[in-house]
């Protein structure tokens, strides 16, 4: 059981986005469903490069 759920990970994970997403849709309705992904894909970008900008502000000083 456990290896077959490592071999297909990446489809249950996207099955369970895909749902995570259709509640989203029915729930919120489109524009808001779209602005909660574009804020979730800035903080992500955010908190991906966060250590890169305050390692640059530290060398200005």
Do not use: D
Request: aromatic share 14%; net charge positive.
């Amino acid at each position: 059981m456990s290896e077959t759920i490592q071999k297909h990970l990446p489809e249950i994970c996207g099955a369970v986005i895909g749902l995570l997403l259709a509640f989203c849709f029915l729930g919120l309705g489109f524009f808001k469903t779209i602005f909660v992904i574009v804020m979730l894909v800035v903080g992500l970008v955010i908190g991906h490069y966060w250590p890169l900008l305050r390692s640059f502000i530290n060398s200005k000083q």
